[in-house]
């Protein structure tokens, strides 16, 4: 008996391949097996000036924003928005992500925002900009979501995040579940309404003055760090989403649990560390933060491949950073 090999599943994890894919999807569908939302979606759904334009229209709540090309549409636009603000890349490409400063800056002033607006710029010039809305990391809750093609919900998660590096405007260093679902509505309205295919979520803060959540950001087309926390409460979307498009009944039996964190411990350890010294943490409060069921990002108890090359790592940069040491203590005399 011969049998025929499926074509590869694909997904992506960045913005760029997801304009790529938006693009020249056509061809790409002969090779791989995805859905995806049309580019009309994607363009809508990245463009901070369009969905703000949709959101008001939609009545959907949002923090006032502006999206600019240059300084100098940066600066003609300020009279419209009240500091703080925070500014972000529109795209974050490749260039943006491994050289700009930061992913987001909280800009308190014209100077700073200014001054960040410069360091982005030199790889990205156009940003979003956005009234800043009070609260803490733990005020940012998320849904993420996977539609097949005629929009039907093969999976959803809700959850929010305990803390982020970097602080207050970065990736996920933390997080846990929600349950009952505060958000996962008005995410379904969002993303059922535009036609958006595929792997899908969107980002909210929650107002501690009002107790509104705003919408801070929708994700099109890509998997992100947000279903570390998922996976770890027994919601698998990227294998519903794998046996989906292979036409295969997924295999396993679904067992949710909401009590397990997951931590991204190298950038949760530095974002206690921002905390413990700005006296809003003690060591003691990160430790009682991370009690009770977990799962980690980059380890396993078990995975053994990991432990044997974080052991040989370890080693084998030893001898240098004992060397440097060493030149501190002796230069430091």
């Known amino acids: 008996m011969v049998v025929k090999a499926m074509p590869p599943t694909l997904f992506v994890s960045t913005d760029e391949q997801v304009k790529v894919i938006s693009h020249y ?32 229209e939609k009545g959907w ?3 006032a924003t502006i999206a600019a090309q240059t300084r100098e549409a940066l600066e003609a636009q300020l009279a419209s928005v009240r500091f703080p603000l925070i500014l972000k890349p529109r795209l ?25 607006y410069d360091d982005v710029a030199r790889w990205e010039p156009e940003v979003v900009v956005q009234e800043w809305i009070p ?28 803390r982020q590096w970097i602080p207050e405007v970065g990736s996920t260093a933390c997080s846990e579940p929600v349950h009952p679902p505060l958000v996962t509505p008005l995410s379904r309205e969002i993303l059922t309404s535009t036609q958006c ?15 509104t959540f705003y919408i801070t950001e929708p994700t099109v087309g890509r998997v992100n760090l947000q279903l570390g926390t998922a996976l770890a ?64 990002a980059v380890w396993q108890a078990g995975d053994h491949g990991m432990w044997t090359g974080m052991v040989r790592d370890f080693f084998s940069r030893l001898p240098g950073a004992l060397k440097r040491r060493t030149q501190r203590l002796l230069t430091n005399r």
């Open 25 to 56: 999807g056509t061809p790409l569908h002969e090779r791989y097996r995805f859905e995806f939302p049309s580019r009309e979606t994607v363009d809508l759904l990245m463009s901070k000036e369009a969905f703000t334009r949709l959101a008001t």
């Open 61 to 63: 709540p949002i923090p």
């Open 92 to 116: 974050k490409n490749l260039a943006s992500r491994q050289n700009a400063g930061q992913k987001a800056y909280r800009c308190a002033d014209t100077a700073s925002l200014l001054a960040a």
């Open 135 to 162: 609260g803490t990391d733990a005020d940012v809750h998320y849904s993420f979501h996977y539609f097949a093609a005629d929009m039907r919900e093969i999976a959803t998660f809700e959850g929010h995040k305990i």
């Open 197 to 211: 295919a595929g792997f899908c979520s969107v980002e909210y803060k929650r107002d501690p003055r009002s107790g």
């Open 233 to 296: 409460n027994g919601a698998d979307l990227v294998s519903r989403a794998y046996f989906h498009l292979n036409g295969v009944e997924y295999p396993g039996r679904e067992q949710r649990t909401y009590d397990r964190k997951w931590v991204y411990l190298s950038a949760d350890y530095r974002s206690a560390q921002y905390y413990v010294a700005r006296g809003d943490l003690t060591w003691g409060g990160w430790l009682r933060s991370l009690r009770g069921p977990k799962s980690f």
